[in-house]
């Protein structure tokens, strides 16, 4: 049904034909009333409502002391003297320093030194002054060990709300830190270190497969294990001379920090039974605080040589006459060729002077060093030489002079280690070899009184790990 159909649509009680317009017409007029009532009903309410919004706003403003206007109280001259005593009570401001102070709390960045990273790089990935960090740095002695970072150091700075630094901490190691505060424009800096409590500890065993397992099941760490074979490592070849049955006791520092332990201390004394023979070593520091092992005679338990200058997985050929597995015939090997991964580090054994350095026939690349005027050694078959090593150069003892290789008359990568005595060529397995320098007459007496407590300690160890045999 259309529109125009609809307002001509016959209803009850009403003529058939007549228009319905009329009727629409009153019920416009309806709609139009009602519409007007409900304009007016919603300006009243706003009007009400604005009305209380404003009543409350003046409530607040009068229940806020710092909305009120203090008017000057003119005081009569009689009431002046008592005006003096007690005053009026006047609203007082809020303590808007206080309030600056709040906004500008400080909160704390903390930073773990990566690779590579520098107080700079530091100050710039936080967005810090670098002006700061160049005052910071240049504070006093003690900063300057902030140019210098070592990767898992750590810093824990304190800056304000306006990335102004208050405060740095830098902790260098467990023991060490250096604490950095601001005093106006500038910083002070103290350096601190704290006190380890150094406890007295020891072990024994006895080798029944390898040093390590024995050492390992005594309690010792790994670098205490290589601490006591570098000890004895002139004296004992621990790859060659190692039996089962063979035994140590050994009596060590330990450090400790609130109750807790950091890490080991060195050695202070230790006994290496090897096939029957007793090896006994005692730490001793001099009134110069130089620090060394010595037997219980006062002789230095370093030898001015080193046993072996690389380590080695086997002895590939020794000393004397043999048949050489490339030139097919017999002939004489002046010396003993340590079988090694290629790379291996290469030590020189002592203290001394390069004389040649470069391509020497059979021997490939080599290396031969002059110690005083008695000793030199070589070392061949190298698959490369150190950097910086060069004619001429002097190298201390343990010092590493190139890598192993198979260069010149080698079958596979191993040093071919020579050494002379006069130019003569010596077994270096078996050659006696130099001491070191003993302890000086004028701590021998002092050396003797400190030996001889630590000699106890070790004669109950191995007491003790007899009878538990």
């Known amino acids: 049904m259309d529109y125009n159909s609809f307002l001509t649509k016959d209803f009850k009680n009403r003529k058939p034909g007549r228009p319905y317009a009329r009727r629409l017409r009153i019920h416009r007029r309806h709609v139009i009333a009602l519409l007007s009532i409900v304009l007016i009903s919603g300006a009243v309410l706003s009007v009400i409502s604005l009305n209380a919004r404003a009543k409350h706003h003046i409530q607040n403003l009068n229940d806020n002391p710092l909305s009120r206007v203090v008017l000057p109280i003119q005081l009569p001259a ?13 609203p007082v401001k809020a303590n808007l320093s206080r309030k600056i102070v709040e906004s500008n709390d400080t909160h704390t960045i903390a930073v773990k030194v990566k690779h590579g990273d520098s107080l700079a790089s530091i100050f710039q990935r936080n967005d810090l002054d670098p002006a700061e960090l160049h005052n910071i740095i240049h504070t006093n002695a003690d900063t300057k060990s902030l140019r210098h970072l070592v990767p898992g150091q750590s810093f824990r700075i304190q800056v304000d709300d306006d990335n102004a630094v208050q405060s740095l901490l830098y902790t260098i190691n467990p023991l060490e830190s250096l604490d950095i505060q601001r005093d106006g424009d500038d910083f002070i800096a103290h350096y601190h270190h704290k006190n380890v409590e150094k406890r007295i500890n020891h072990a024994s065993a006895v080798i029944t497969s390898s040093l390590f397992e024995a050492g390992q099941s005594a309690g010792l760490s790994n670098q205490l294990i290589m601490e006591l074979a570098h000890i004895f490592g002139w004296d004992i070849d621990f790859a060659l001379n190692i039996r089962r049955g063979d035994s140590f006791s050994v009596v060590y520092e330990e450090d400790y920090l609130n109750g807790k332990k950091l890490n080991n201390g060195p050695i202070l004394a230790a006994e290496f039974v090897n096939q029957g023979h007793v090896y006994k070593a005692i730490r001793y520091t001099d009134p110069t605080g130089n620090s060394d092992y010595y037997d219980p005679r006062g002789k230095s338990m370093r030898k001015a040589f080193l046993r072996t200058p690389v380590a080695f997985t086997r002895i590939s050929s020794r000393f004397g006459l043999r048949y050489h597995p490339i030139l097919h015939r017999k002939r004489m090997h002046t010396g003993v060729d340590y079988a090694a991964p290629r790379g291996t580090p290469i030590k020189a054994t002592s203290d001394g002077k390069i004389v040649f350095i470069g391509r020497k026939g059979g021997y490939g690349n080599a290396i031969l060093i002059k110690h005083n005027g008695i000793y030199s050694t070589l070392y061949g078959h190298m698959e490369r ?6 004619r001429g150069k002097r190298v201390k003892q343990g010092q590493i002079i190139g890598y192993v290789g198979s260069t ?4 596979g990568p191993h040093l071919h280690y020579e050494f002379r005595v006069h130019g003569v060529f010596r077994n270096p397995l078996t050659v006696k070899l130099p001491d070191a320098k003993p302890i000086k007459a004028a701590y021998r007496q002092d050396f003797e009184k400190h030996a001889q407590v630590l000699l106890s300690q070790l004669s109950v160890l191995s007491s003790t790990l007899a009878l538990n045999r």
Request: proline content about 4%; overall charge positive.
């Open 78 to 90: 009689s009431a002046s003297n008592a005006a003096q005593t007690e005053k009026p009570a006047v």
């Open 385 to 390: 030489f150190h950097r910086g090593m060069h």
């Open 408 to 411: 010149g008359l080698a079958t």
